[in-house]
């Protein structure tokens, strides 16, 4: 996943536009900021920092989805309507991120919110190559870390730990994650052809 945020980053400041979905983007920074500050809190391990640079990490993509993200909008949104949209996605994000802490526990919440937020994502990255008509501010890069960020909890949680919604959702994630790789390397040999 770091490779997901630092080339997500990247390509954001190199094509002037932003390369990960906002509600996924709010979706992850809502997680990672809970469970960076809960986790430290509680016990500080390793993950829960790790988190902490996820969630600082967002936050750069967050600024280049404010940046430049408004252009791709502007036919459809004022200025206004756009910070308002924004704002909006992302309290409802922090909000849908409580919520499944709270009603599940930390663990359990953690589980099945990064796992649907995961799924989210995947889907919107197919969406938002359609919704572009290619590739720009996206990479195979980006889609092959977030498969494989992806696969190895899956086989973890879902194969070694045997929890059955891992490795349902899990799947499902490699399935629209495949999709997404091959959008990505047809887009790139049309290009080059």
């Known amino acids: 996943w770091t490779v997901v945020y630092i080339e997500s980053i990247r390509i954001g400041f190199a094509q002037r536009t932003y390369a990960m979905p906002l509600v996924a983007l709010g979706l992850n920074l809502g997680w990672e900021w809970l469970y960076a500050v809960t986790g430290i809190a509680d016990c500080g391990d390793v993950q829960s920092w790790?988190?902490?640079?996820?969630?600082?990490?967002?936050?750069?993509?967050?600024?280049?989805?404010i940046r430049f993200g408004y252009k791709e909008f502007s036919a459809r949104l004022s200025k206004q309507d756009f910070g308002i949209w924004t704002v909006l996605v992302l309290a409802t994000?922090?909000?849908?991120?409580?919520?499944?802490?709270?009603?599940?526990?930390?663990?359990?919440?953690?589980?099945?919110?990064?796992?649907?937020?995961?799924?989210?994502?995947?889907?919107?990255?197919?969406?938002?190559?359609?919704?572009?008509?290619?590739?720009?501010?996206q990479s195979l890069t980006i889609a092959?870390?977030?498969?494989?960020?992806?696969?190895?909890?899956?086989?973890?949680?879902?194969?070694?730990?045997?929890?059955?919604?891992?490795?349902?959702?899990?799947?499902?994630?490699?399935?629209?994650?495949?999709?997404?790789i091959v959008l990505l390397a047809r887009d790139r040999q049309v290009r080059t052809t």
């Open 144 to 180: 092959i870390a977030k498969g494989m960020g992806t696969l190895a909890p899956t086989i973890q949680g879902g194969i070694i730990e045997g929890i059955s919604f891992i490795l349902v959702v899990g799947i499902l994630c490699f399935l629209f994650d495949v999709v997404y």
């Open 93 to 137: 994000s922090i909000t849908l991120q409580i919520l499944c802490y709270v009603e599940f526990g930390s663990h359990m919440g953690g589980i099945y919110s990064a796992f649907l937020q995961n799924l989210l994502m995947s889907g919107l990255f197919i969406a938002m190559f359609y919704s572009r008509g290619g590739s720009r501010g």
């Open 50 to 65: 790790v988190n902490l640079v996820w969630a600082l990490a967002d936050c750069l993509i967050l600024y280049t989805f």
